[in-house]
């Protein structure tokens, strides 16, 4: 059960939320909820102790208080900021240092191929794409939850939840 949650689950919630976010500019609320549901179905299969658990809690709930600090100043959405505190619930700590840098690195590529679009008209087949003209024309719109996202998927091979559950 935990490899199931770990090599499937949690790449496919990632997936879904940066899909999601690019198409809808929004992370539903569903995929944080069952990112949480899934890490206490995992905890328990991989047999954490309650001090791991306090662990990555304490890592999830850090990642949710500066995320929202960051909503509230109007840097990140609101679904950015829950997704980043549910992907550090499953990182924990030791990957916490990780996953900023490769998300800031992925956001800074996001955002300069994203700038890059709105220098250029789309082109004639791309117009009637909703969330194309959204990207071009939303000048305070990114969909960060692809950075979020990819750099979870970079990041989580590395991290020692993976490592126990996972070895070699």
Not at 114 to 141: D, E, I, K, N
Request: aromatic share 10%; charged share 5%.
């Amino acid at each position: 059960m935990a490899s199931l949650c770990l090599l499937v689950v949690f790449p496919f919630l990632m997936a879904y939320a940066a899909a999601s976010d690019l198409l809808t500019m929004t992370i539903p609320n569903r995929v944080s909820v069952i990112l949480i549901a899934a890490f206490a179905v995992l905890a328990a299969a991989a047999g954490l102790g309650w001090s791991e658990i306090a662990g990555h809690a304490g890592a999830g709930a850090l990642v949710l208080v500066i995320g929202f600090a960051l909503f509230s100043a109007g840097v990140i959405g609101g679904g950015d900021a829950k997704l980043a505190a549910a992907t550090a619930l499953w990182l924990g700590y030791g990957s916490l240092l990780d996953y900023v840098l490769v998300t800031s690195l992925f956001g800074g590529v996001l955002a300069t191929g994203v700038l890059a679009l709105r220098r250029y008209p789309l082109p004639g087949f791309a117009a009637s794409w909703t969330f194309a003209v959204r990207l071009q024309v939303g000048r305070a719109v990114m969909p960060y939850g692809i950075a979020l996202a990819a750099a979870a998927l970079v990041v989580c091979p590395s991290a020692p939840l993976w490592r126990l559950v996972l070895p070699g």
